[in-house]
């Protein structure tokens, strides 16, 4: 089902405007079936009715609101957009506060009509689409990428048509994106989708390991390759052996790992740190990188020739804000996504909080916005309203206050002496027991201050 083909229930007394207004939709192949009274609509949604309902507030005997009553109990998923009299605040504010999706005063032009139906439509096929999810996911069945990736813009929907080219295809491939596009769920995506889904998927972040750590996480090492190793370890491209290595910013691979990784990728060989032999892997490789490789290849921090071997084929994810159409899809389903995992009912999501997140630049782009989401969900949003505006955190209390330093003192005491807890308590002039109190109030960790050789 696509957004327009959702039904529409559209309650109205008076004849005359039911009939036009039916013709409105219908003219804009919008399809509606038409009641004169709540009764009869709830006729129509007794077996729970997968469209969205529009309802004049004014009715014979059972008026919208009360229809909207029945219909949260009935389908509590089905949108439900009240018609209010002009100016009927009062009536407008009950209406949203009973669960409304959206209210339309009197008199109101046909387009105005069309857009709130259409944004109701679509939020339903959004909530069809995770309860689909749902149950793929209990079924255990793999979900359409449609659904996994989501968004309707002309980047993401050809993003989408690339990814099911190249999960197919054995190249490596290079993807592109500032923090949070979604550089790791399209690596995710390329193995989930291509014939290696079965093998390991390794994920390994160049920039989170210690340069002189990376090169043998990535080849392994021979016991004895080097004085801490006293045991064979089997590196992370053996380990992904058949399936995807995923090096994740790739930009902070040092340059002599540089040399030695695009070996790997000419020859599909590897050689053990400390070891004689090479061993032949098979490995997809996809690497992630939030900057321009070229510009830092030209500045000399990256290899030229790792550079055009890793650029073969390339997706370049683009910012949220370069793709705002995006965001009350997004934010919608990671709304309703949130709700569902924290079992909350999900909030209404008014044109307002829209407003705002369309204004928004969304520097950590859709992390940012899914994070936003959680709170929204959370209740953790600030009480005026705003999403994006944290809540002021209540100040420090003096004891609380009186910790911080105690405890950042302590800390540098500790840095100072190389975790000689000793020294430390005589120069602080306390106890050694009164110390170790301390430590241990604090959660700090000893071990991060001694030298490695001690
Ligand atoms: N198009 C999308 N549809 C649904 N979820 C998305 C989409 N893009 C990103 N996400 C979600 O946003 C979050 C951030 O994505 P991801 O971790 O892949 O970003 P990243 O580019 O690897 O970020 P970083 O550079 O900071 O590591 C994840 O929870 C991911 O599932
Ligand atoms: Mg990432």
Redesign the pocket.
Same mark, same amino acid.
């Given at each position: 089902m696509t957004p327009n083909t959702i039904p529409i229930l559209y309650v109205e007394d008076d004849d005359a405007i039911r009939l036009s207004l039916t013709q409105t939709f219908s003219l804009a192949a919008l399809p509606v079936t038409a009641c004169r009274s709540a009764e009869e609509a709830l006729r129509h949604c007794q077996q729970g009715w997968p469209g969205i309902v529009i309802s004049d507030v004014q009715l014979p005997n059972m008026s919208g609101l009360s229809l909207l009553e029945k219909l949260r109990q009935l389908a509590p998923e089905c949108p439900v957009i009240l018609v209010t009299g002009h100016g009927d605040i009062d009536m407008a504010v009950q209406a949203m506060r009973a669960g409304a999706y959206d209210f339309i005063e009197k008199p109101f032009e046909p387009e105005r009509l069309l857009e709130v139906a259409r944004r109701a439509q679509e939020k339903r096929q959004l909530q069809h689409t995770i309860n689909h999810l749902q149950e793929q996911l209990q079924a255990h069945s793999q979900p359409d990428l449609d659904h996994l990736?989501?968004?309707q813009s002309a980047a993401?929907v050809r993003l989408r048509q690339q990814i099911r080219q190249l999960a197919n295809t054995p190249t490596d491939v290079m993807i592109v994106?500032e923090?949070?596009?979604? *550089?790791?769920?399209v690596a995710r995506c390329l193995h989930d989708y291509g014939a290696r889904k079965q093998q390991h998927f390794v994920a390994l972040n160049c920039g989170g390991i210690p340069d002189s750590l990376l090169e043998s996480e990535l080849f392994g090492h021979e016991a004895g390759a080097f004085t801490t190793a006293n045991k064979r370890r089997i590196g992370q491209i053996e380990y992904a052996h058949r399936g995807t290595l995923f090096l994740?910013e790739i930009e902070s691979m040092p340059l002599g790992v540089q040399i030695k990784f695009l070996r790997v990728l000419q020859e599909r060989r590897i050689q053990r740190l400390g070891a004689n032999q090479e061993i032949a892997v098979d490995i997809r490789v996809i690497a992630?990188s *939030?900057v321009d490789l070229l510009k830092l290849s030209q500045q000399q921090q990256f290899r030229n020739d790792l550079y055009y071997r890793l650029h073969v084929a390339v997706l370049s994810l683009p910012a949220l804000r370069e793709r705002r159409t995006d965001i009350p899809v997004?934010f919608e389903a990671f709304v309703l996504q949130a709700a569902a995992r924290l079992n909350r009912p999900p909030p209404t999501i008014t044109n307002l909080h829209l407003h705002e997140l369309l204004a928004h630049d969304w520097p950590g782009n859709?992390?940012e916005l *899914?994070n936003v989401a959680e709170r929204f969900v959370l209740g953790m949003h600030h009480s005026s309203g705003s999403l994006l505006k944290e809540e002021e955190m209540p100040p420090l209390t003096l004891v609380q206050q009186v910790e911080q330093v105690e405890k950042t003192l302590i800390e540098q005491m500790l840095k100072q002496h190389h975790g000689r807890t000793q020294k430390v308590y005589e120069a602080l002039g306390i106890g050694k027991k009164t110390l170790y109190d301390k430590i241990h109030k604090y959660g700090i960790t000893l071990a991060h201050y001694r030298d490695p050789e001690e």
């Open positions: 990736l989501l968004g993401i994106g923090t949070g596009t979604g *550089k790791e769920l994740d992630a *939030k997004l859709v992390r *899914k």
